[in-house]
């Protein structure tokens, strides 16, 4: 009797770590459980889609093509990115399987599914948020509120995540609150620039305000 509970109970075990993998596999969407290290730096756009192939590929979610939902700001005649344009058509759902957004409208609409309940890393884990500690809510986005980029000159994108020390970048709220109840303190992809006294693009200067380094990423396919 008491085998066969056990094997039963092993049967169940198999059976649930089967039914994440099997989730996690069709997840399309992520915040990262980590970022680069380098603050801001993320080696350009292609650095910091690397790094969402990386982690998706070892959470085994394979066979996609991942991006970083990260603009670009217009400089030296290169023109600007849009992070909405670089991250396919939708839906995309996170690692449990939630979908989040059914298209790219609906993302950057009153009505998508993104809270700190569905906002989750690559492992189907919990971003801590405010009131967690430490608090690592900011995400990395250099973005406007619809997911087009900045106009040139104000730097929003830490020199087109380039920079580790001087400049600022565009953070979201993965879960979704804020100092106050205003639009930008609720805001998933335009909050507030980064700042700190090593410049506002440093690993340091990132987490003083309540962020790691982190991205979202999405599946374009």
């Given at each position: ?6 094997a ?9 770590t089967?039914?994440a ?19 801001a ?30 603009s ?12 909405r ?6 839906p ?13 409208d ?8 993104l809270t ?17 500690t ?11 509120p ?20 001087t400049?600022?970048a565009?953070?979201g ?49």
């Amino acid at each position: 009797m008491i085998a066969a509970t056990a094997a039963a109970a092993i049967a169940m075990g198999f059976a649930a770590t089967g039914s994440a993998v099997a989730q996690q596999a069709g997840m399309t969407f992520f915040v990262t459980s980590q970022g680069p290290g380098k603050g801001a730096d993320l080696g350009g756009l292609e650095g910091a889609d690397r790094h969402c192939q990386t982690l998706a590929q070892a959470a085994g979610a394979t066979g996609k093509t991942w991006r970083a939902y990260l603009s670009t700001q217009a400089v030296d005649g290169a023109p600007a990115v849009n992070a909405r344009d670089r991250i396919g058509r939708g839906p995309w759902q996170n690692a449990k399987g939630t979908v989040i957004a059914k298209d790219v409208d609906d993302l950057h609409g009153a009505a998508n599914n993104l809270t700190k309940q569905t906002a989750l890393n690559e492992k189907g884990e919990v971003i801590n948020g405010r009131g967690d500690t430490p608090n690592r809510h900011d995400v990395l986005t250099g973005s406007q509120p619809d997911g087009r980029a900045f106009p040139p000159g104000e730097d929003r994108t830490c020199r087109n995540w380039t920079s580790s020390t001087t400049g600022a970048a565009m953070v979201g709220h993965s879960d979704r609150t804020g100092l106050d109840e205003s639009a930008p303190a609720k805001s998933w992809n335009s909050s507030h620039p980064s700042r700190g006294p090593g410049g506002g693009c440093t690993q340091a200067d990132l987490k003083s305000t309540g962020g790691d380094g982190l991205l979202y990423c999405f599946a374009t396919n």
